[in-house]
């Protein structure tokens, strides 16, 4: 595994590594991430392979609103809601497999952006293993397993954080998939929090 730090030049060499279909760990606004290019298959069945996980929905994360609608279709509630929301914990379910998140963390934030896609965005551990806010604790787990990743950036202690609030929104219906930090209630109008 390569270890960089998150300078303009670490960032660039694993924007390079997942445009070739690496798969690389980076800080999230929330933990330390696993991810690459969403779009790729080889890239979705590492992550399983790393993760020693068989679900194969994640969350991906993107540089902004314009970079998800570039890729998937979002309804006017699910648009008003990120852009009262984003950047910031909340992730949306856009699709069978994926959610979608703008994240307050730069580094992600640019890697999204420089990758010009969205990248996926599932905790650095094996599966049920401990959510990592250190690098160390993501190669702890990783260590010893014949799948790994290619490249980590390591950012140093992130703090810890709640998770992101994962909501799925059809028409006016709100599902609140998984609590986090975001309090949907707080933010929906009125008879419309169903």
């Given at each position: 595994m390569i270890i960089v730090k998150p300078t303009q030049a670490g960032i660039l060499q694993a924007v390079r590594v997942i445009k070739k279909g690496g798969v690389i760990v980076y800080p999230t606004d929330t933990a330390y991430a696993l991810g690459g290019i969403f779009n790729f298959k080889k890239v979705n069945a590492k992550i399983l392979k790393i993760k020693k996980r068989k679900d194969d929905k994640f969350t991906l994360i993107a540089a902004d609103?314009?970079?998800?609608r570039k890729f998937f279709k979002l309804n006017q509630n699910q648009k008003k809601l990120a852009k009262e929301c984003w950047p910031g914990p909340l992730s949306l379910v856009i699709s069978r497999r994926f959610a979608v998140r703008v994240p307050k963390n730069l580094v992600a934030l640019k890697l999204a952006k420089l990758a010009g896609r969205p990248i996926i965005a599932t905790s650095a551990n094996l599966a049920g293993g401990k959510t990592p806010y250190r690098v160390s604790e993501a190669i702890k787990q990783f260590a010893n397993q014949k799948n790994q990743p290619d490249l980590i950036i390591d950012a140093g202690q992130?703090?810890?954080r709640k998770v992101s609030t994962v909501v799925k929104?059809?028409?006016?219906?709100?599902?609140?998939?998984?609590?986090?930090?975001?309090?949907?209630?707080?933010?929906?109008?009125?008879?419309?929090?169903?």
């Open positions: 609103l314009s970079q998800v992130l703090a810890k929104i059809t028409k006016n219906k709100i599902e609140i998939l998984r609590a986090g930090e975001i309090k949907i209630k707080s933010l929906w109008p009125a008879g419309e929090n169903k």
